[in-house]
C-alpha cells in the first residue's frame, strides 16, 4: 500500500492544504483513499472533511505508534495520506508517521526561512531510516510560488542539492487560501495533480 505523508518543521507551511488536495486528487484518480489526521492541536484535515462533508473517510490518529497502526487502519484502502503536526511540536507523531510512509513530502516556500527549515526534516527522515526495513521516497513541493518569480527557480536549484524538488509547483493562489472548509473540487487539475505521478517517480532514499 502507498502511504503519504506529509511533513514539515513549522506550522503553516501548506501541509494540510497540500494533504487535502493530495487526497482529493488520488481520490478523482480512481483510488480508494484514506485521509489520517495526525495533528493532535489543529485537527484540522478532520475539522475540514466535517465542515464540507467529504466522501472521503478521514481519521484523527495523532499517535506515536502510527508506524505500527497504518497497516491496520488502512486496510482496503489503496493509499493513505498522513497530515501531520509541525515536527518542532509533535516530532514523536512526526517520527512514527515518517517511520510509515512510503512517500514523504515536504512542502516549502521558495523563501529563505522555509529553505532554512529543510536540512532539519531531511535530517528526521535520515535519523529514522536505520528503523524502517527499506528507505522511502523524499521529496520537496515548493508552494506558495508567485508566478513567474525568480525566488522559485532560485530555491527550486538550492533545494535539488539536499533533496529530489517534484518540478509542479503550486501557486500562492486565493484557491488554496480559502479552500479550508470547502469541498475540494477537481484536484487533478492543479499542480496536486501534476505533482502525484513524479512523486510516484522519485526514487528510495539512499
Ligand atoms: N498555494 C497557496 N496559496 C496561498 N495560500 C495558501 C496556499 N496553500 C496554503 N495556503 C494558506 O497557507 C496557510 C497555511 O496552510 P496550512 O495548510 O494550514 O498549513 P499547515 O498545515 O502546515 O499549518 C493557510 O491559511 C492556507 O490557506
Ligand atoms: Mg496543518
Redesign the pocket.
Known amino acids: 500500500m502507498l502511504s503519504i505523508a506529509v511533513v ?1 518543521l513549522k ?8 494533504a487535502a488536495y493530495f487526497l482529493h486528487a488520488l481520490a478523482e484518480s480512481g483510488l480508494k483513499v484514506l485521509g489520517v489526521d495526525a495533528d493532535p492541536e ?1 485537527c ?1 484535515l478532520v475539522r475540514w472533511s466535517d465542515l464540507a462533508s467529504w466522501s472521503i473517510p478521514v481519521v484523527g490518529l495523532p499517535v506515536k505508534d502510527l508506524h505500527q497502526r497504518l497497516e491496520s487502519i488502512s486496510d482496503g484502502f489503496d493509499v493513505a495520506v498522513i ?1 501531520t503536526p509541525p515536527m518542532e511540536s509533535g516530532r514523536g507523531i512526526v517520527t512514527s508517521a515518517v517511520r510509515a510512509a512510503t512517500h514523504i513530502v515536504v512542502p516549502m516556500s521558495p523563501t529563505p526561512m522555509d529553505f532554512d527549515r529543510l536540512r532539519a526534516v531531511l535530517d528526521l527522515v535520515d535519523d529514522v531510516t536505520p528503523l524502517r526495513s527499506q528507505p522511502p521516497a523524499v521529496a520537496v513541493l515548493l ?2 510560488v508567485v508566478t513567474n518569480s525568480a525566488s522559485a527557480e532560485a530555491y527550486s536549484a538550492a533545494a535539488n542539492e539536499l533533496v529530489p524538488v517534484l518540478p509542479a509547483r ?4 486565493e484557491r ?5 472548509g470547502c469541498a475540494v473540487e477537481n484536484a487533478l487539475n492543479t499542480a496536486y495533480g501534476d505533482a502525484l505521478p513524479q512523486l510516484l517517480d522519485v526514487e528510495a532514499r539512499a
Do not use: I
Open positions: 514539515n506550522g503553516g507551511s501548506t501541509k494540510t492544504t497540500s489543529n484540522s497530515d508552494t506558495r503550486v501557486a500562492r493562489l488554496f487560501a480559502q479552500a479550508f
